[in-house]
């Protein structure tokens, strides 16, 4: 039988190893994920928010990122970080979550770069209205990282006008209500399809059309597209958030340690997003694929299928955000 004395020193000891491990949910444990390839700008600034988090908190809190999807579809990830089984994330708004995020999709809120950093900038309208939504969902927004403006890429065309997609017979796949009624709005048929599904479905003519930024077309849909409009209908936003349960944990100069990593990060990669997306469009090019650049008369006319179907959008999204809209896009 052993002493009282050697069990108790057994028991200090096995409480000092379990004192030392690192708590559940530690620093050391986190995780975030994204939907980029590893070798774009979208994760490369990921990566650097990854670096300047363990360089300003000296090592205290050390993330591991993960490129393409490889943490699950992109709203498993944000169904994970609202629930904490994942502490981060560089992802899409997802409104199954709750259809106020639809805001965030709503078609025309930008035509151009020096509009959507307006909109989406961490002092933008759009981001300050849809910041206390992500609060009530669990989730800390720290900033947005710019994926470009979405064009119309088909392989039937070219397409110019929007009465060119009747013309050639075009079905646009849709991802969400607000592109939905939009391409509706022009008498279009549409075709709901997730995204792990769409480049079959373009290859096999289930749809003929999708709207995307410029690098999701080129990485994900080059070999499987034809002609690509720069219609502008969509400035894109990905969110780079965090568990608001776990932030709220961090002390308050931890706290400023992140979201001054975000800042910085976001504002390096942001920095850079125009050009990249320029870049993009020639690697369409290069690639065999047509790029339709608009003018300002023309993009105005599918402009205006978008301002007619945002009535319909507001029965979506509510008549207070839908007012919200009109009021700062009319600034």
Do not use: C
Not at 107 to 119: H, I, P, S, T, Y
Not at 225 to 251: A, G, H, R
Request: no cysteine; net charge negative; hydrophobic share 40%.
């Amino acid at each position: 039988m052993k002493s009282k004395k050697s069990v108790f020193t057994a028991l200090v000891s096995v409480l000092f190893i379990l004192l030392s491990l690192p708590a559940t949910g530690s620093a050391r444990n986190w995780k975030t994920g994204g939907v980029a390839n590893p070798d774009t700008l979208e994760h490369r600034t990921l990566e650097k928010w990854v670096r300047l988090v363990k360089e300003k908190t000296n090592g205290e809190i050390v993330i591991d990122a993960f490129p393409s999807e490889q943490l699950g579809p992109y709203r498993d990830m944000f169904d994970n970080v609202v629930r904490g089984v994942q502490e981060s994330g560089l992802l899409p708004l997802s409104p199954e979550f709750d259809k106020r995020l639809q805001v965030g999709y709503t078609v025309f809120l930008a035509e151009n770069w020096d509009q959507g950093r307006k909109v989406w900038s961490s002092e933008g309208w759009m981001f300050n209205l849809l910041k206390p939504i992500f609060n009530e969902l669990g989730v800390q927004p720290l900033g947005v990282f710019f994926m470009g403006l979405d064009g119309f890429a088909s392989t039937k065309g070219p397409v110019v006008l929007p009465s060119d997609i009747r013309k050639f017979g075009i079905k646009v796949r849709t991802w969400n209500p607000a592109d939905r009624l939009f391409f509706q709005e022009m008498g279009a048929q549409t075709v709901d399809i997730a995204f792990s599904e769409l480049f079959t479905s373009l290859q096999t003519g289930v749809v003929h059309a999708q709207d995307n930024a410029p690098l999701i077309t080129y990485e994900h849909l080059r070999d499987v597209t034809k002609f690509y409009t720069d219609v502008n209908l969509l400035f894109e936003p990905v969110v780079l958030m965090i568990n608001k349960e776990l932030w709220d944990k961090q002390s308050p100069a931890v706290q400023k340690a992140i979201q001054d990593a975000a800042t910085e990060a976001l504002a390096w990669g942001n920095g850079q997003a125009e050009s990249v997306e320029k870049e993009y469009f020639k690697k369409m090019e290069d690639s065999g694929i047509q790029v339709i650049h608009l003018t300002d008369e023309q993009r105005a006319q599918w402009k205006e299928y978008g301002i007619k179907s945002w009535d319909k959008f507001e029965e979506i999204i509510g008549k207070k955000a839908m007012d919200q809209i009109r009021m700062n896009i009319q600034k």
